[in-house]
């Protein structure tokens, strides 16, 4: 499994966009406020228990009616910090969902059982999984699902988001610093997932312009005597109709597009490293490895596994 996901997320008390500060704002005002009424209530059930324990002349302690000013308080303060923090939740409901008007997104991310789907508009760069954005930029996102309900949700980044079949939601999202961000699906959407996480690479503005640059490329093509084998396999398979690849005549829709998959740091949606060992035991039994993902099992060999994982490996 992929050992720097494993199964935490980033922490929403680490802020790294100024979405996710105004989130963190309001959580520590409630968890203030909340801590405050704990210890009302501790200290006032400590102080009865204590000051009218069980006495040998079993004296009833007095009873107060009719005390006005008590009931204002008892009443008054709760009320107060209802209609506080009503307005600062939405305050910051605005801050974080402003209208995005004429604005066109700057990434259309969807959900699939059990992946992402990544594609930036003006290009022609449909990618899966990890998520590259640039930092310093408002990125409007537009959120989609392909099948079910998913939930998009980066703790570090901001808001959660459902993505809606035949919905198109939106989400902004500022991001402080380059890092990578992580997250994962928060809407149960079936059998994996647990293994629908997300990835979101954060670039400085010129990295990402490469990165742009690099991936509007077609895929680069095999080689090696290995990877040419595995080419012609995927492309005479039924990889080729589930799958695409750019500059080939692969041209699938149903799974991710694969054209620079061997960039990918990991795959099956964080689930493994991208590592050549991995393609290999994904390919030989992918139900076995991530049981009900949508990929069949398909009788290869292990010298046909072993050339489409060569394959899939360099494409960069």
């Not at 969902?97 to 991310?109: C, S, Y």
């Not at 595995?230 to 500059?247: D, K, V, Y």
Request: charged fraction near 20%; proline fraction near 5%.
């Amino acid at each position: 499994m992929h050992e720097t996901l494993g199964l935490l997320l980033s922490s929403i008390f680490d802020p790294s966009s100024p979405q996710a500060r105004k989130i963190v704002g309001l959580d520590y005002g409630f968890i203030a406020a909340a801590s405050l009424v704990l210890l009302l209530v501790v200290g006032l059930t400590l102080f009865i228990t204590i000051r009218y324990r069980f006495k040998k002349d079993d004296t009833e302690p007095n009873q107060i009616t009719g005390n006005r000013r008590l009931e204002i308080l008892m009443v008054g303060i709760p009320l107060l910090l209802v209609i506080g923090f009503f307005f600062w939740s939405l305050n910051t409901m605005s801050a974080i969902l402003p209208e995005h008007g004429n604005h066109k997104p700057d990434v259309i991310i969807t959900g699939h059982q059990w992946w992402w789907q990544a594609t930036y508009p003006g290009t022609s760069i449909n990618t899966a999984n990890e998520i590259h954005l640039p930092v310093g930029k408002k990125i409007l996102m537009q959120l989609e699902a392909a099948d079910v309900i998913h939930d998009w949700w980066v703790p570090s980044l901001g808001g959660k988001m459902d993505m809606i079949p035949g919905m198109h939601n939106f989400l902004w999202v500022t991001i402080d610093k380059p890092g990578i961000y992580e997250g994962a699906c928060s809407e149960f959407c079936g059998q994996q997932h647990a293994w629908m996480r997300i990835r979101v690479i954060a670039q400085t503005p010129a990295d990402y312009k490469k990165w742009l640059r690099e991936h509007e490329l077609n895929a680069t093509k095999p080689t090696d005597t290995l990877a040419k084998l595995g080419a012609a396999l995927f492309m005479n398979a039924s990889c080729s109709e589930c799958h695409s690849i750019r500059g080939t005549n692969a041209n699938g829709m149903q799974g991710p597009d694969l054209t620079h998959f061997g960039s990918r740091q990991t795959m099956l949606a964080g689930m493994m490293d991208n590592t050549t060992k991995n393609i290999d035991k994904w390919l030989t039994d992918p139900q076995k490895v991530k049981p009900g993902a949508h990929m069949p099992r398909f009788i290869f060999g292990a010298d046909s596994v072993h050339a489409l994982a060569a394959y899939l490996k360099q494409l960069k």
